[in-house]
């Protein structure tokens, strides 16, 4: 296994459109966040699973987002009815079950471009 | 939330000087993570120091935590031009098990 794997690694889609991305973690790891990410800013935290169960959501994520991960493995993020301000870099992160607040792992991102 | 605030933002330095970067925070923690990202890449974990440690070295990195103060700082020895990069500091604790980012320090070396 070589990391947290992220697809596409660029998308550009018209505004209005729907959009889905997909992240697969390391494999044994447990937790999976997801981020967005805008020019010059910080990583801006999305929400987070512990197996399938999403547990944390931002307010940050309008009714227009949805992340799943069905059988607590791979994740899903969609997008619906994209605005031009949906341009960012989605980041995915996972990280093991051994500890608690254990160092996270980042897949090198999904870059979205709204047109 | 346990978000950390880096100081500076920004900072220029040459090949060969040394680099300090500065993180505060509000709350109580488990403990403090240090982050890398070079531009258009995923972050990459450099250190984590706990709660109940002060310092911690890997390699040209050194990690000081002070929990009274709720600060940490990160040096890097010896910068090299790959060193440039954004660098985050993530405060972990609270009951949470997510990580919350700050704008971080970008850091240039010049070679």
């Known amino acids: 296994d070589t990391g947290v794997s992220q697809d596409p690694r660029h998308k550009i889609t018209k505004r209005g459109q729907n959009v889905t991305f997909r992240c697969d973690p390391i494999?044994?790891?447990?937790?999976l966040y997801w981020y967005r990410q805008t020019l010059g800013q910080g990583p801006e935290f999305l929400t987070y699973?512990?197996?399938?169960?999403?547990?944390?959501k931002s307010r940050l994520l309008s009714d227009r987002f949805s992340a799943e991960r069905p059988k607590g493995s791979f994740s899903t993020l969609e997008i619906q009815r994209t605005e031009q301000g949906d341009s960012a870099m989605y980041l995915c992160?996972?990280?093991?079950?051994?500890?608690?607040?254990?160092?996270?792992?980042f897949g090198q991102g999904t870059r979205l471009t709204v047109v | 939330s346990q978000q950390g605030e880096e100081d500076p933002q920004a900072l220029s330095i040459q090949e060969g000087e040394n680099a300090t970067m500065n993180c505060s925070y509000k709350?109580?923690?488990?403990?403090l993570q240090w982050y890398r990202q070079n531009s258009g890449r995923g972050l990459v974990h450099l250190i984590l120091?706990?709660?109940?440690?002060r310092e911690k070295h890997s390699g040209r990195l050194r990690v000081t935590l002070d929990t009274s103060k709720k600060s940490s700082s990160l040096l890097i020895t010896a910068s090299r031009a790959a060193d440039t990069a954004s660098y985050f500091c993530?405060?972990?604790?609270?009951?949470?098990?997510?990580?919350?980012f700050g704008k971080g320090t970008k850091l240039t070396v010049n070679p």
């Open positions: 992160a996972s990280s093991s079950p051994r500890a608690m607040n254990t160092e996270a792992f």
């Open positions: 494999s044994e790891h447990n937790r």
């Open positions: 709350t109580s923690i488990n403990n």
């Open positions: 993530a405060p972990a604790g609270g009951g949470s098990e997510k990580l919350v």
């Open positions: 699973f512990q197996n399938e169960a999403q547990l944390e």
């Open positions: 120091i706990r709660s109940n440690e």
